[in-house]
């Protein structure tokens, strides 16, 4: 019994810690994205053919 507990802890303590990182890799990602995505628009903005 107790190494039922003790492997059941291990595989939680990892599960919960490759979801954190693959949470971290997403919002990198998505703030990646935001970050191009708000550079091209105002250089678009920039340059005055992009106001048509």
């Known amino acids: ?3 039922l507990i ?3 802890s291990l595989l939680v303590t990892l599960g919960g ?3 954190k990182q693959y ?3 997403k919002n990198k ?3 990646f994205q935001k970050n191009v ?3 091209l ?3 678009n903005l920039a340059i005055n053919v992009g106001v048509f």
């Open 1 to 3: 019994m107790p190494a």
């Open 6 to 8: 003790a492997s059941g």
């Open 17 to 19: 810690f490759a979801f």
């Open 23 to 25: 949470n971290s890799y």
């Open 29 to 31: 990602q998505i703030q």
């Open 37 to 39: 995505t708000e550079t």
């Open 41 to 43: 628009f105002f250089r």
